[in-house]
């Protein structure tokens, strides 16, 4: 697999550990956005984030990732599931800003001062969403700091990404260091000591390590146990039928004003930039179903 995610359990250190590995899956959907390199990457960094965070869910649920601050970047909305699904977006797709000294892409000042936001579908009447101010704009520390403060749960993300000169994704992946009750604080400490001192993710797979040669050696001689092994990949769920309902939403008004103005309508999916289009028959059919 190209894109998949792993995950394991120690319970000698009391952690679960999630692994992802992803550029293909980044390439495809920044290459529907038409991403610049800065944009990439942000997006990339996101997919990441939102591949382990979808990873925890329970099986059927779901999860909505927005990141938006006052940079020129806008807003990053990226979506996942239990089932490693995973969509995304960025505001500005076009943003390329200038390189940090050592040659990677400044994202933290692409995105700027802002919040990160989560919205979970658990399968309750209401979703579940916490927000937390972004500390740094890095989305791995970023995400770090959501779930220690959101969720209360001791975690830490790394996420490496790296873009080529042709701005396309060459190596992305990340990995989640999670405490699980009861806590042991040392054993976590040593091991987020432990992944401080391996190169990051991105290196690693570029030296060609698979995700299991990466867990292996981050553990040591730390007992684990490889509980699952699944593929990431692009899905899109929008159709027809929802951007019907989408635009329903504009009521008789809204509908009548398009009919007069455009003859039709065109509603493009902000994710697979899928375009839907809806003529005259199809707006007067709306509007009378609005009436009725």
């Known amino acids: 697999m190209n894109d998949y995610i792993i995950r394991a359990i120690s319970k000698e250190a009391n952690v679960r550990v999630l692994l992802c590995s992803n550029a293909h899956l980044a390439n ?53 599931d239990s089932y490693g699904v995973l969509r995304g977006y960025v505001g500005d797709p076009t943003l390329n800003l200038p390189l940090l000294a050592d040659g990677t892409q400044n994202v933290a000042e692409a995105i700027g001062v802002g919040v990160l936001t989560v919205a979970k579908d658990v399968k309750l009447k209401e979703l579940h969403v916490s927000s937390v101010a972004l500390p740094t704009s890095e989305i791995d520390q970023d995400i770090t700091q959501f779930l220690l403060q959101s969720e209360q749960i001791p975690s830490d993300v790394r996420i490496g990404v790296t873009v080529g000169k042709d701005g396309r994704v060459v190596h992305a992946g990340g990995m989640l260091l999670q405490s699980m009750p009861p806590h042991n604080a040392p054993a976590f400490v040593e091991l987020v000591k432990k992944v401080e001192a391996l190169p990051p993710m991105d290196e690693m797979l570029a030296d060609g390590q698979t995700l299991k040669e990466v867990l292996a050696r981050w553990f040591g001689d730390v007992e684990y146990d490889l509980l699952e092994e699944r593929p990431l990949r692009f899905q899109c769920s929008c159709s027809y039928e929802r951007m019907a309902q989408a635009l329903s939403s504009l009521g008789k008004g809204g509908l009548q004003e398009l009919l007069e103005l455009d003859g039709q309508a065109e509603v493009d999916c902000q994710f697979c930039r899928q375009s839907y289009i809806f003529d005259g028959d199809d707006l007067r059919s709306m509007i009378d179903d609005a009436t009725a």
């Open 28 to 80: 495809k959907i920044c290459d529907k956005h038409g991403t610049a390199a800065t944009a990439t990457a942000a997006l990339t960094q996101a997919l990441t984030g939102g591949a382990l965070l979808g990873a925890m869910l329970k099986v059927g649920h779901r999860l909505a990732m927005r990141i938006e601050g006052n940079g020129a970047l806008g807003k990053l909305i990226v979506e996942a």
